[in-house]
Structure formats: structure tokens, C-alpha cells
């Protein structure tokens, strides 16, 4: 059963781009989360999503991002017209069930806008 | 609004000693609390996962305390190794559909 899948691991885009981040969750996992971590921070929640559904988006900016997870395929990330204080490792984590279930990261996708 | 503490931010001690990570978070109502490992430049690796019916949790040299009226829990390592070198973050989510909360982690070096 592999873990939860996060490509690319690494991804650079000029300002002005857009970022697409995708994130495969673990099998018999229906709940996707999320997560920024900045340098020397903390990591900072962004999005919750079921499949098809956002949940929560309380932590992600209204201008420029956006988050999917349809009923095939990966979860995707959005950032669209990049800049250089998108910069930051993006993380995706799968559960089964709601919060109260654990929760699987993925290797993450570091993203540097040029 | 939960909000997660972890004390010290940092921590060196020589290889063999046991040593105790806080973490503190102000909504006792919670469901469950987790504690991961992230190595520089990488993901988090779950480590273990306390639910809210629970006092402990063990795995290996690793034990989880978790006392839910004084908000706190404690990560236990024993005869510490070198391979534990690691940044170590508690998250714990809300009640209801609210994600984890993380800390800002304790990071942990154990000299040879």
C-alpha cells in the first residue's frame, strides 16, 4: 500500500506562473489535507477537501489558490500567477475519516518562484 | 481556537540520554493527538497517534503521555540515538471536520 504521493517533489516557476501541485492519497483514503510550511515555521493549514467537496478552506488565500479533489484522480493545488512569497514546501495528508483518524503526509513538492 | 505549544524549540543532548518533548494546546476537546518526525528537507512520519480515550501510547523506545484536562502531552524518548536527530511536531485537531493544529516543533540533536 504505498503512502500518500506528492508530484513534483520539487518545482520552480517564474513569477507570474501558474503552480500545479498534485497529491495521490492513500488507498482507502477519502479525506485530503493541505498544508504551507515557510522556512523555520511552523506548518500552516490550508485546505481540507472529500472527494469533490471542499470542506474547510479557512487557511487558504481567497485571490490566486485554489484546491480540488475530483472523483478520479489526484488532488490538485493551484497557484496561479506566482510570486515569491508563494515559496514554500506544500504538504498533502490523507486520512480515512474525519480529524479524528490519523494522518498520512506526503514527501511534500518545494516549490521557488524566480 | 486551537493553538499548539511545544517546549524547547530546540534540544542537544549526548547519545544515550532519555529525554521528555512537551507540547501544550489550549481546546481539550479533542478527538486525538499525533506526534511526527520530519528530517530536514523532508516530510513528516507519523509516529504515534493518542486517542482521546487514552493516557499512552508506546512504539519502540518512543511512549506518548497525553492528559487531556491540563492540555499536555509528552513525547518520551529513550537511550536516545544519533538516527533520532529530527525535527518532532504534536498536532492535534478541533472537534468536528477541523484539520490538525500543528506546534513549531522541537528540533532534537543527540551528539555521538
Known amino acids: 500500500n504505498a503512502g500518500v504521493m506528492q508530484n513534483p517533489r520539487h518545482l520552480v516557476r517564474r513569477r507570474g506562473q501558474e503552480a500545479r501541485l498534485r497529491c495521490s492519497p492513500m488507498?482507502?483514503?477519502?479525506?485530503v489535507y493541505w498544508y504551507r510550511q515557510l522556512p523555520e515555521e511552523g506548518l500552516k493549514f490550508m485546505v481540507y477537501?472529500?472527494?469533490?467537496?471542499?470542506?474547510?478552506e479557512s487557511g487558504m488565500p481567497k485571490e490566486r489558490f485554489s484546491a480540488e479533489f475530483p472523483k478520479e484522480g489526484p488532488s490538485i493545488l493551484r497557484i496561479q500567477q506566482v510570486v515569491r512569497g508563494d515559496s514554500a514546501a506544500y504538504f498533502c495528508?490523507?486520512?480515512?475519516?474525519?480529524?479524528?483518524?490519523?494522518?498520512?503526509f506526503g514527501q511534500g513538492t518545494r516549490l521557488t518562484v524566480v | 481556537k486551537q493553538e499548539v505549544t511545544q517546549i524547547p524549540a530546540a534540544l542537544s543532548v549526548p547519545e544515550g540520554e532519555n529525554l521528555v518533548l512537551n507540547c501544550s494546546f489550549t481546546?481539550?476537546?479533542?478527538?486525538?493527538l499525533q506526534w511526527f518526525r520530519q528530517d530536514p528537507g523532508k516530510g513528516l512520519t507519523s509516529l504515534l497517534l493518542?486517542?482521546?480515550?487514552?493516557r499512552e501510547q508506546t512504539s519502540g523506545r518512543l511512549n506518548a503521555s497525553l492528559d487531556k484536562s491540563s492540555g499536555r502531552s509528552t513525547l518520551y524518548i529513550a537511550a536516545s540515538q544519533p538516527g533520532d536527530s529530527a525535527t518532532y511536531l504534536c498536532?492535534?485537531?478541533?472537534?468536528?471536520?477541523?484539520?490538525?493544529?500543528f506546534g513549531k516543533g522541537t528540533r532534537l540533536s543527540v551528539i555521538a
Open positions: 488507498k482507502g483514503h477519502s479525506h
Open positions: 498536532a492535534a485537531p478541533n472537534s468536528g471536520n477541523t484539520p490538525l493544529v
Open positions: 477537501l472529500q472527494k469533490e467537496n471542499i470542506i474547510d
Open positions: 493518542i486517542q482521546s480515550s487514552q
Open positions: 495528508a490523507s486520512s480515512r475519516g474525519r480529524s479524528d483518524t490519523e494522518a498520512f
Open positions: 481546546d481539550s476537546a479533542i478527538y486525538n
